[in-house]
């Protein structure tokens, strides 16, 4: 397996890398979603709504937060999730000026 050339990257473009990476599974976007339409959730709740074991929802509850785009508050023996708000402006922006940059090329391939 080849190694990760990380660092020839500057910080932007890793950490914009990893949020998408983050989100490039359909069970963590459904999870996003989830969390975006009830502003927040319980862990439970998604093992219902999804209809995935509770392990596969931890682990891909930990990607999202290891990523920053969701936060976790305890309650009682619950996590409480949701939407990361400073992340989530972040990662909009930048998926936003990626797409901006892109200026239609009439003599492309």
Same mark, same amino acid.
Request: charged letters at 15%; proline letters at 2%.
């Given at each position: ?6 660092? /020839? ?15 490039? $599974? ?7 979603? $989830? ?6 959730? %319980? ?11 509770? !392990?596969? %929802? @931890? ?10 785009? /969701? ?6 023996? @619950?996590? =409480?999730? =949701?939407?990361?708000? %400073? !992340? ?12 901006? @940059? ?8």
């Amino acid at each position: 397996m080849g190694i990760t050339k990380t660092a /020839i990257f500057n910080q932007e473009q890793n950490k914009l890398a990893l949020q998408l990476k983050a989100i490039a $599974h359909p069970a963590r976007v459904a999870i996003l979603q $989830h969390l975006l339409k009830t502003n927040a959730c %319980i862990c439970g709740d998604l093992v219902d709504e999804l209809g995935l074991a509770q !392990a596969t %929802i @931890s682990q891909h509850l930990k990607e999202l937060k290891n990523a920053g785009l /969701i936060q976790g508050t305890i309650e009682g023996v @619950s996590i =409480c999730y =949701c939407i990361e708000p %400073i !992340a989530w402006k972040n990662l909009q922006n930048e998926i936003n000026t990626l797409f901006a @940059s892109y200026k239609g090329a009439n003599n492309c391939c």
